[in-house]
């Protein structure tokens, strides 16, 4: 079947109209004549696979990675970097308007100084055999040698993680994270409890958790690194969330902490991880608290603002959706929310539109549907003045975005 590409759409698909029925195309670009095998067709909506690009867009590329279109893990890179970036503005506009019911032009985008290499943080699968990523839209693995986004120190590293998995088939995955100047960290996760031997990799790692299912069943070395950010070192624990590109990390805390008011003198940085915004916001007003469920981010936390002397901050360990009492205890004039792709907890919109001190919010997302969704109900009371584009995710289709809304 052949068809012609109208636009990307959210999720990185192609979108096209066949026989009345709108069709997802991964792995095309607008405007491109496609032969398509249709794989999964329903009443008014089909997906395809491009079997042959036969009129391939000029913004088409030879992709870097030998496994793409194998690999689960890139979706973006036979597309230009530039294009890419301009894709994802595209959409995160699109998704205002269609989900948020408003018009607004992203007022600014930064794309990632290096497109590849830029992930410290990588999640190695192993099923007994295979070492690498899940396949497109399987649980089956991918072998592989190397990965193009993740960073030059973990690609290295490779080599090692891939033996040590082959010596112990009850490995199940290895999630590396790697500081640009300090040891990574290693979390093992088996299949079950079992011994592993890990004297080989002892003095690779700063530390190694041994982790059956969910369970961690044994430390060996250190349960953290430190990864430096601006002025700051921050501990990061094997189980605490950091963002994952290396060249974006200081900018996306430069775009926030300049959309805090001059004149703030209570900021609440909820779902604050270990402290990556807090740290900074310290400086920008009088009391500041952060809001994170992971006990071990909030430990982070604690001793980050410690180690800096930094003493108007404190930190709960808390659900957000928990936290609306904090929250208003505080009378805060700025919040900054980070949240999963879930979003912002409907019952905390609706107390944020009660929250009479609240002047601003910025709003950092990774899902445009959720935070477009949140914008709308938080429309009531509340104008997005700024909406920003921070590419977090080069290859991807994940779109990562900052919003800045005022109360009116
Ligand atoms: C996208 S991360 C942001 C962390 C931090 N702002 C940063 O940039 O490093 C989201 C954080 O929310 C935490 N989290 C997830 N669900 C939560 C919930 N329901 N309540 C509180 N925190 C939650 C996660 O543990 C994670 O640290």
Same mark, same amino acid.
């Given at each position: 079947?052949?068809?012609?590409?109208?636009?990307?759409?959210?999720?990185?698909?192609?979108?096209?109209?066949?026989?009345?029925?709108?069709?997802?195309?991964?792995?095309?670009?607008?405007?491109?004549?496609?032969?398509?095998?249709?794989?999964?067709?329903?009443?008014?909506?089909?997906?395809?696979?491009?079997?042959?690009?036969?009129?391939?867009?000029?913004?088409?590329?030879?992709?870097?990675?030998?496994?793409?279109?194998?690999?689960?893990?890139?979706?973006?890179?036979?597309?230009?970097?530039?294009?890419?970036?301009?894709?994802?503005?595209?959409?995160?506009?699109?998704?205002?308007?269609?989900?948020? /019911?408003?018009?607004?032009?992203?007022?600014?985008?930064?794309?990632?100084?290096?497109?590849?290499?830029?992930?410290?943080?990588?999640?190695?699968?192993?099923?007994?055999?295979?070492?690498?990523?899940?396949?497109?839209?399987?649980?089956?693995?991918?072998?592989?040698?190397?990965?193009?986004?993740?960073?030059?120190?973990?690609?290295?590293?490779?080599?090692?993680?891939?033996?040590?998995?082959?010596?112990?088939?009850?490995?199940?995955?290895?999630?590396?994270?790697?500081?640009?100047?300090?040891?990574?960290?290693?979390?093992?996760?088996?299949?079950?409890?079992?011994?592993?031997?890990?004297?080989?990799?002892?003095?690779?790692?700063?530390?190694?958790?041994?982790?059956?299912?969910?369970?961690?069943?044994?430390?060996?070395?250190?349960?953290?690194?430190?990864?430096?950010?601006? /002025?700051?070192?921050?501990?990061?624990?094997?189980?605490?969330?950091?963002?994952?590109?290396?060249?974006?990390?200081?900018?996306?805390?430069?775009?926030?902490?300049?959309?805090?008011?001059?004149?703030?003198?209570?900021?609440?940085?909820?779902?604050?991880?270990?402290?990556?915004?807090?740290?900074?916001?310290?400086?920008?007003?009088?009391?500041?608290?952060?809001?994170?469920?992971?006990?071990?981010?909030?430990?982070?936390?604690?001793?980050?603002?410690?180690?800096?002397?930094?003493?108007?901050?404190?930190?709960?360990?808390?659900?957000?959706?928990?936290?609306?009492?904090?929250?208003?205890?505080?009378?805060?004039?700025?919040?900054?929310?980070?949240?999963?792709?879930?979003?912002?907890?409907?019952?905390?919109?609706?107390?944020?539109?009660?929250?009479?001190?609240?002047?601003?919010?910025?709003?950092?997302?990774?899902?445009?549907?959720?935070?477009?969704?949140?914008?709308?109900?938080?429309?009531?009371?509340?104008?997005?003045?700024?909406?920003?584009?921070?590419?977090?995710?080069?290859?991807?289709?994940?779109?990562?975005?900052?919003?800045?809304?005022?109360?009116?």
């Amino acid at each position: 079947m052949k068809i012609i590409i109208e636009k990307i759409v959210f999720g990185g698909k192609g979108l096209s109209k066949f026989n009345g029925k709108v069709c997802f195309i991964p792995f095309t670009l607008p405007e491109e004549v496609v032969e398509v095998e249709i794989k999964e067709e329903k009443k008014n909506i089909c997906e395809g696979f491009p079997v042959n690009v036969l009129e391939k867009s000029p913004y088409r590329i030879e992709p870097k990675c030998k496994y793409y279109m194998q690999c689960g893990g890139c979706d973006f890179q036979h597309i230009k970097y530039e294009k890419q970036v301009k894709i994802k503005k595209e959409i995160l506009e699109e998704t205002l308007e269609r989900i948020g /019911k408003i018009k607004k032009n992203v007022d600014k985008a930064i794309p990632s100084e290096n497109p590849f290499n830029y992930r410290n943080r990588v999640q190695f699968k192993f099923d007994g055999q295979n070492f690498g990523f899940y396949k497109l839209k399987t649980n089956e693995v991918v072998d592989i040698e190397s990965c193009d986004i993740a960073e030059e120190n973990i690609n290295n590293l490779i080599p090692t993680l891939k033996n040590f998995a082959k010596n112990h088939p009850q490995v199940e995955e290895l999630h590396v994270f790697y500081p640009p100047e300090n040891k990574p960290t290693l979390k093992i996760v088996l299949k079950e409890n079992s011994f592993v031997d890990i004297e080989s990799l002892l003095n690779t790692f700063a530390g190694i958790g041994i982790y059956a299912g969910n369970k961690r069943i044994k430390l060996e070395g250190k349960s953290f690194t430190f990864y430096r950010v601006g /002025k700051f070192n921050y501990r990061v624990s094997i189980d605490s969330f950091f963002q994952v590109n290396k060249f974006q990390i200081e900018n996306i805390v430069d775009e926030v902490i300049s959309e805090i008011p001059k004149n703030s003198q209570c900021i609440g940085d909820i779902y604050c991880g270990v402290g990556l915004f807090t740290l900074p916001t310290s400086k920008k007003a009088k009391k500041v608290f952060g809001i994170e469920a992971s006990k071990s981010a909030v430990k982070d936390a604690q001793y980050n603002v410690k180690v800096h002397n930094i003493g108007n901050v404190k930190f709960y360990q808390k659900v957000v959706e928990k936290s609306a009492d904090i929250i208003f205890g505080y009378s805060p004039d700025t919040l900054i929310f980070d949240p999963p792709r879930t979003g912002i907890p409907k019952n905390i919109i609706q107390k944020l539109l009660q929250l009479k001190s609240l002047k601003r919010i910025i709003y950092v997302s990774c899902n445009p549907s959720t935070a477009a969704r949140d914008i709308n109900l938080l429309s009531e009371k509340f104008e997005l003045k700024k909406a920003k584009l921070i590419d977090m995710f080069p290859q991807t289709h994940h779109i990562e975005s900052i919003f800045v809304l005022d109360k009116i």
